[in-house]
């Protein structure tokens, strides 16, 4: 039997049914799926397969394709019937709905579901995907006696080898599936209607766009949106901008400043968009700048934040330096000079980095960062994997400064930065020759994603050329803070 809905268009349904209606009949339309997403993706699956060492020794009723799904269907049902007791990808049809669950186990209770996520928590969306499998299945003939979700857990430290049983958190969600699932045939039967639809369903953009998840149609139905709108004041919350979008309001022109309460900051976003103008507060620049000692240090930090912790005393998902840069100006005048590192992906980056970081550093003169809780946060976590080298590296948090703080105080703004003070935002606004575009690397998600998949086996490419890329990523980074500094000056 064919099936019209699967585990995940179901949730797509959920969530906006024009999202499900155009997912069926004009897939085409979907926005393509960012580098950084596949990650998470990919992620997933690798936790998926990881997990399913909780219950070794099962039958795989994967199909051959995606496309394919029935096989595993057929696959299932030929596992049940000659007596398997583990299997990874059990899928089921009932209803027309679709249901693939990642681990079906029978022990001397009887039949228990697992579904494995990568998060470190159980979300309501979680529940309701829960439940169209229970519903699923439990419809196909199999009694469950319990349905749980699998997620990290993110308490582990990883000392020695890796321990799943500590890993992973096996969560009964069987009581909060069982008060959903009254709800399951009608919502099944409301969003079969959509499918049928003639045409897509009248639906306006609205929170749902983002929650649960940011819907992958955005470039179909947010085309009205002009690409510089209220959506980007900042620090505004999303209900604010609905409500100043469903009045009618899209561009920043369009807002009246007396009947729109928003702070300080957004007031000078607007205005300054408005009337085309920069905003300098000379006097707190200088403030800033005269309170930076020379040498002067600029670094930047890169980092990996990988669900299954890879190194030594490292938590799920913590974050780990892989890379940095460094330029260094022994004063105002003297010539520009650069450090840089780099790990290999094949072995504990962390001590070698920290020797070096150290040594780079030398052992005077502030040392600008951009954003300064990130770099400080990190250097703090290495003091606790490495209390050895506590002293030289607590001298470095000592000596931190944060070059963002200007632009988030809006001492330097102008109409270009878009409401942003990330450095992405500011350094094209202050030095438009000194891009980012330009770069086969452009964004720290990516360069992260990126080693990660180095040290995974999984990267496909040259290694070479990447790490190249990589190094020049990590280098504008810090080029464009001395850039921004020389700017800063020169507003004097
Ligand atoms: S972008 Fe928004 S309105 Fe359009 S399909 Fe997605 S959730 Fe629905």
Known sequence: MRYKLSKSTFIRGLQCEKSLYLYKKHYKLKDPTSPSLQAVFDQGNQIGVLAQSLFPGGVDATPSSHFRMMESVMK????????????????????????????????????????????????????????????????????????SVVHINNQYVLDGDLDIDQLFTIESVKDRVLDYLPEIPSEITRLKNVIELDSAPNIDIGLHCHEPYDCDFKGTCWKHIPEYSVFDISNLNKKKKFDLYNQGITTLDQVDLS?????????????????????????????????????LYYLDFETINPGVPKYQGLRPYQNSIFQYSLHVKQSEDSELIHKEFLADPKKDPRVELIEQLISDCGDSGDILVYNISFERSRLHELIEQFPKHKAPLQCIIERLKDLMIPFQNKWYYTPEMRGSYSIKSVLPALIPELSYNDLNINDGGTASSTFQSMINGSFKGDELSTRKDLLEYCKLDTYAMVKIIEKLKKSQ
């Open 259 to 295: 009947q729109t309460k928003l702070s300080e900051n957004q007031i000078l976003q607007v205005e300054s968009e408005v009337e085309g103008k920069s905003h300098i507060n000379k006097e707190e620049i200088k403030k800033f700048l005269n309170n930076l000692k020379y040498p």
């Open 76 to 147: 299932t049902k030929a596992f049940l019937e000659s007596g398997e007791s583990i299997i990874y990808e059990a899928t089921f049809n009932y209803n027309e709905v679709l249901a693939a669950l990642d681990i079906l186990v029978k022990d001397s209770e009887g039949w228990k579901a697992y579904e494995v996520k990568s998060s470190t928590s159980v979300s309501q969306t979680y529940i309701k995907d829960a439940a169209i499998q229970y519903y699923t299945i439990i419809n196909s003939g199999i009694d469950l006696v319990d349905i």
